[in-house]
Structure formats: C-alpha cells, structure tokens
C-alpha cells in the first residue's frame, strides 16, 4: 500500500509534535543533569557505590605533600564555626597548609545563617544545593543551586537559609589594593571563553580586572577530554570536583578522583587531569590573579 504524500507529512508533523511534548514533561521546569542542568549532590554523599572505598579500614585515597593534598569524601571533618549559626563547616584548604587561602565546604541546617567575614577578607560562595538568602544593603537576594556570590572585603552582608543548603567557601585576606565590589550571578548564564588549544568549556565568574586578587572559574570536560597543557606555575589552586570523575596528575603522583574530591596545588606542582567515565566532569578550581609572584 502507498501512502500519500500529505499523509506522510501530517504523521511526521504529529510525532514531532508529540516528542517535543514527550520531552518537555521529561524535563519539566527544573533544569536537571539529563535536560541541560547539574546535579551537585554527590558533593555531600559520603561515596558512589562501585567505588566505595571509605568500608575498608584504614584506606583513604587522601594524600598530603608539601606541594599538593587530595582530600578524599571520607576524609572530611565537619565541626562547628564561629560565624556560622546552625552550620557545620569542613576546611579543605587553609594557611594551615601552606595555602593564601581558605576552602570549605558548609553545610546549613533550617534556620542558618552566616555572619560577614573578618575584616579585611573577601568571601566567594558557589551554592551547591538548597537555597540562602544574601542580605545586600537594602535589598534581600534569593539564590538556589549553581548560583553564586562574591563579597568584598568589609563587607557588612550576610546570609541567611530557611530550610537549609550546602555551600563552597573560598575565603582570602584581600591583597590587591583595588576596590573590588559585590557580584552574584549563575554558572550557567556566565560567558563561556576561548581556551586556546584546550578543549574543555571555561567559565570565570569573577571580573578580570586588577581590583581582584584571585577568580574562580567553572572547567567542563567530555569523557576522554584531558588537559593539553602540562601546567606549572606559581599560581595556587583549590578545587573541587562538582560532577564526574577522572584521573589527576600532582607532581609524580596520579590520584583517580571523583565527585566530592577536593584538591590543592602549591605554587609550581606539575598539574594535569582526564576526565575518564561515562558522565562529563565539571570542577570549580581557585586560582589567585594579578599578584606579583616576586610579593606574593
């Protein structure tokens, strides 16, 4: 039997139609990892099944050298912080440690809330789930998941969470002698920029001026994508793996990593990464800028 023509293309129209209606209940409003969104949850899981070490006793995939330390989920310590009211904060990263910067992650319960940092020291917050409410000035800013803000040292803004949520902190003794401002924006609505020779998708979510002394940028890799370049350089690192896993080189050593890793690197440490895996990884990495390496 031939069908006609007009037939053919009124069925090719209905199952269009009839996908995009499929596809649009699947996704729904909520962006989600399958519909163009992320999901950062495995940040605060203890471990993945499949590659759930942290049973076994007395083995961690943590390692501290001079020039480098991989802090490994089941190696974190959650306690309380001044500052931080009905919030358990886990440090990363600190001077402790050799870094000219603190990392940690922050963990909200409902009715929490944060005071202004020390003086003197400028606060980035990247929202990994739930929400916080950020009080600038006047005005009272909801922010949910992969939203984020910057406060710039003396800042008198806090923040404050309802039912709770789970924060990354990069905190710094402001060094620039600028007059950098308060930003907040979404990871997703941040220009993506050329890389070069690279292949891996970059987001910077602070401005490349001169008034700051460090960003924060977004990295997403394809499985299979790696980092061209070999890098050493005297800029410090603190990073976190937000989706996927991999394989990172630190000097001589080579870490398999996954979500909820977290990383420094030194001043001048061999650096490099390969997203292996089926799922894409994305990591959110500190990077200090515009300091003189010769003033540190």
Not at 26 to 36: D, H, N, R
Not at 95 to 122: C, I, Q, T, W
Not at 205 to 234: R, S
Request: glycine fraction near 10%.
């Amino acid at each position: 039997m031939i069908i006609p023509g007009h037939l053919l293309l009124e069925l090719a129209l209905a199952v269009l139609v009839a996908s995009a209606a499929h596809g649009a209940e699947l996704c729904g409003l909520t962006p989600t990892p399958s519909c163009g969104g992320h999901d950062y949850s495995a940040v605060f899981r203890p471990a993945e099944r499949g590659i759930d070490f942290d049973s076994l006793p007395g083995y961690t995939r943590s390692a501290h050298y001079a020039d480098h330390a991989l802090i490994a989920v089941e190696s974190r310590v959650f306690a309380g912080q001044r500052g931080w009211k009905s919030t358990l904060t886990a440090h990363l990263v600190s001077p402790a440690r050799g870094a000219n910067f603190a990392m940690y992650l922050a963990e909200m319960s409902d009715d929490s809330s944060a005071e202004p940092a020390k003086p003197g020291v400028e606060r980035f917050v990247l929202v990994l789930q739930g929400e916080i409410t950020v009080s600038h000035g006047a005005k009272n800013m909801v922010l949910g998941a992969n939203s984020y803000v910057y406060f710039p040292p003396n800042s008198t803004d806090t923040l404050y969470s309802e039912d709770g949520a789970g924060l990354l902190v990069y905190e710094r003794v402001y060094a620039a002698g600028g007059k950098p401002v308060f930003s907040s924006g979404d990871v997703e609505e941040s220009a993506l920029l050329p890389t070069g020779p690279e292949v891996f998708k970059l987001r910077k979510l602070l401005p490349q001026t001169a008034d700051y002394d460090f960003n924060v940028h977004i990295m997403d890799f394809q499985p299979g994508e790696y980092l061209w370049v070999k890098e050493v350089h005297y800029n410090q690192h603190g990073l976190l793996l937000l989706e996927g896993k991999g394989i990172y080189r630190l000097a001589d050593k080579w870490y398999p990593v996954q979500a909820g890793d977290a990383i420094w690197m030194a001043p001048y440490v061999p650096q490099w990464y390969a997203a292996l895996g089926a799922s894409p990884t994305r990591y959110v990495i500190y990077k200090d800028t515009t300091l003189d390496p010769l003033l540190g």
